[in-house]
């Protein structure tokens, strides 16, 4: 398998390669030429597989002959082995049919430790075989930070440098980074900024000659197509679950970057039955207006308490703007040209019936996530965090959905990740699971910058690997 760049203008790489790029050379994101196609027969045979042997057969084809399918189900077993729920991501029911895939059992409670615990392993196996450094540099509002870190701690070739906004971050998200204690691990909280200003600091040494003519410079945000790739499997292991091939599923998933999403509508273009993706967003709405709309424009960052997605520039979107589009590199490049320096963009009319014919949209206030997660603990006894109620909330708006189709929510953290927030919808204050308990005990270490670009370029050339 080879992939392209959503901009054109770079070189296609094979899978080892676009894992260890991130970013296209000429500022884009690598997707696949084409989209794998499963059989329902194929789909069938997937049926009640373990997890890392779904994952094995659900990644080959986008792994092609970077891994022999031996390796990768050995990677697989590895990454998912240190997840604390025997199914990885088990499935439970609330209703008749609204149900929450649990995506929040892995080593840091949000669901990005499925991708990222893969690709800390991926990292190390591409390294390896060429003895090379790669530095990796990273914007997080949390969990993308907490969850990097701990798949790459101690991991040979890798240096990582994680920038956070300081002081936007919950407790546990910032002591579960800054409490690791390996010396490839470097935080950086930014004085002043929002996640928007540290993922531009980030896009910028990405395209600094000073930094990357010395160091290779990775990505482990979901710009990175390892890691949406990874997300897929679990879309398969739902829906098997509930009845794919032959019956439809719907999915509602809480909405940041456009990662997960978007490996939803990967699923489906290789042929899981999938009714209808529902695009949830908190009131940092940028996805919900352009899907609704056509209008694609910035507005200022509000938080909320659901700060993981308290995002205006969502980088994947770029990747469905692509496909729905045509996959016309040069016009994308120019549309996302415009919107670099405006902040504003409309959607072409290809790009939005082609998006409409899966996607809907749904935005929820502070109102609407404290009602979702007081239902879910009301009517089914479940307590989900401010994440995963945003997604339920979408469910639940989905009037005109044929009621025989079940409607998975993705439930992407763990409650006791943001215990005042849910202590306050619904009176109960879960509790961290032992697994991580010692987090308020252990020293933390991070270095405070100010938000601006020399400070902190001058800092990653200090502490990197050359590229070797
Ligand atoms: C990252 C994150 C999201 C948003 O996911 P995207 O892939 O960025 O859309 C939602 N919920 C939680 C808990 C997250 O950590």
Redesign the pocket.
């Known amino acids: 398998m080879d992939y392209v760049s959503t901009r054109g203008g770079a070189p296609p790489l094979d899978f080892a390669g676009v894992t260890l790029a991130g970013l296209a050379a000429d500022g884009g994101l690598y997707v696949p030429r084409e989209w794998p196609r499963f059989s329902e027969v194929e789909i069938a045979s997937l049926t009640g597989l373990p997890y890392a042997q779904l994952a094995q057969r659900v990644m080959q084809p986008f792994v092609g002959d970077s891994l022999t399918p031996e390796r990768l189900l050995a990677l697989c077993e590895t990454a998912y082995g240190r997840f604390a729920h025997a199914a990885v991501t088990p499935l439970r029911q609330l209703d008749e049919r609204h149900w929450l895939l649990e995506l929040f059992h892995g080593p840091t409670l949000?669901?990005?430790d499925i991708a990222l615990q893969l690709l800390g392993l991926l990292f190390e196996e591409f390294l390896s075989r060429t003895g090379a450094n790669l530095t990796i540099v990273g914007a997080t509002s949390?969990?993308?930070g907490s969850a990097a870190i701990d798949a790459v701690a101690g991991r040979e070739g890798v240096t990582i440098f994680m920038l956070h906004p300081n002081g936007r971050v919950s407790d546990v998200q910032r002591r579960q980074m800054t409490t690791v204690r390996a010396t490839n691990v470097h935080n950086i909280a930014v004085e002043g900024a929002d996640f928007d200003a540290c993922q531009a600091m980030v896009k910028r040494i990405f395209a600094d000659p000073a930094l990357t003519d010395r160091f290779a410079i990775g990505a482990v945000n979901?710009i990175n197509w390892a890691r949406l790739m990874a997300q897929v499997v679990y879309y398969f292991a739902a829906a098997l679950q509930l009845g794919a091939p032959h019956r439809k599923v719907a999915f509602s998933?809480?909405?940041?970057?456009?990662?997960?999403?978007f490996a939803g509508y990967v699923a489906a273009q290789m042929g899981l039955p999938v009714e209808r993706l529902v695009v949830a967003t908190n009131v940092n709405d940028i996805l919900h207006r352009a899907l609704a709309t056509g209008d694609y424009s910035a507005h200022g960052v509000e938080p909320t308490i659901?700060p993981?997605?308290d995002?205006q520039v969502?980088s994947?979107f770029e990747r469905l703007l692509f496909d729905r589009g045509g996959r016309d590199g040069a016009a994308l490049a120019a549309q996302m040209a415009g919107f670099e320096s405006t902040r504003a963009m409309q959607l072409t009319n290809a790009q939005r019936q082609g998006a409409a014919a899966l996607f809907r949209s749904s935005r929820a206030d502070a109102g609407g996530m404290s009602e979702a997660m007081r239902w879910a603990s009301e009517a089914a006894g479940e307590v989900i965090?401010p994440?995963t109620a945003c997604g339920l909330h979408a469910a639940r708006a989905q009037d005109d959905l044929d009621p025989a189709v079940p409607v998975v929510t993705l439930a992407?953290?763990h409650p006791a990740k943001f215990p005042d927030a849910v202590e306050r919808a619904t009176g109960q204050r879960p509790p961290l699971p032992t697994r991580v308990g010692g987090l308020f005990e252990r020293e933390e270490r991070c270095v405070e910058l100010p938000a601006d670009y020399a400070a902190v370029a001058a800092y990653v050339a200090e502490h990197a690997i050359p590229r070797g």
């Not at 998933?253 to 999403?261: E, I």
């Open positions: 949000a669901f990005k949390g969990d993308t979901s998933v809480p909405t940041g970057n456009f990662g997960d999403v659901a993981s997605m995002i969502s994947n965090d994440h992407t953290a």
